[in-house]
T-cell receptor, first 117, second 116 residues
Framework: GAVVSQHPSWVICKSGTSVKIECRSL??????MFWYRQFPKQSLMLMAT?????????EQGVEKDKFLINHASLTLSTLTVTSAHPEDSSFYIC?????????????FGPGTRLTVT | AQKVTQAQTEISVVEKEDVTLDCVYE???????LFWYKQPPSGELVFLIR??????QNEISGRYSWNFQKSTSSFNFTITASQVVDSAVYFC?????????????FGGGTRVLVKP
């Protein structure tokens, strides 16, 4: 149980284009999902907290107009990188909290590797 | 504000040696959770353990063991008799009960290289 999927697992796009990454909780409902970014040999940095049916909460320094987050259902959150540039190339990881648990545990997706050329 | 520090950026050992990864955290909350995750080269995070702030009992799971000491704000992780498959980056993380959405704060990670 508690499986989170991400799609695509990797993507290459040209500078200036937009890319959408999906995060799905497969066997549980998640009112809250999180988006992280991880640059090579660095730690995971939280970008935003996504709440179902409401606007995402972005961490300081993260451009909300560039990283659009939509959490339209209890099992799906999407991250759209708009007008991507080479510096946006990174490993993007989502996680989801199980509504039925009080343990604060987050279940992580396998990640999406984005390369902007 | 919550903070997690993993002072060791990289540790290299020979197979069968024990290795201890340090984790020191800062929080003003009395209720919080601590976690350890393993990130192999594939990139996917593997959950290892969760410990709440009211449970200071040490835990052992196979070759893995954890030592939680609130007095020193530390949550250290030991791999006994290391194996090549243990080579990965290990992250310690903290979640405060009061933090919005109970978000996780990760330490910088410790890269463990186990040589045959």
């Amino acid at each position: 149980g508690a499986v989170v999927s991400q799609h695509p697992s990797w993507v290459i796009c040209k500078s200036g284009t937009s890319v959408k990454i999906e995060c799905r909780s497969l066997d549980f409902q998640a009112t809250t999902m999180f988006w992280y970014r991880q640059f090579p040999k660095q730690s995971l940095m939280l970008m935003a907290t996504s709440n179902e049916g409401s606007k995402a909460t972005y961490e300081q320094g993260v451009e909300k107009d560039k990283f659009l987050i939509n959490h339209a259902s209890l099992t799906l959150s999407t991250l759209t990188v708009t007008s991507a540039h080479p510096e946006d190339s990174s490993f993007y990881i989502c996680s989801a909290r199980d509504m039925g648990q009080e343990s604060y545990e987050q279940y992580f997706g396998p990640g999406t590797r984005l390369t902007v050329t | 504000a919550q903070k997690v520090t993993q002072a060791q950026t990289e540790i290299s050992v020979v197979e069968k040696e024990d290795v201890t990864l340090d984790c020191v955290y800062e929080t003003r909350d009395t209720t919080y959770y601590l976690f350890w995750y393993k990130q192999p080269p594939s990139g996917e995070l593997v959950f290892l353990i969760r410990r709440n702030s009211f449970d200071e009992q040490n835990e052992i799971s196979g070759r893995y063991s954890w030592n939680f000491q609130k007095s020193t704000s530390s949550f250290n992780f030991t791999i006994t008799a290391s194996q090549v498959v243990d080579s990965a980056v290990y992250f310690c993380a903290l979640s405060e009960a009061r933090a919005a959405g109970n978000k996780l704060t990760f330490g910088g990670g410790t890269r463990v290289l186990v040589k045959p």
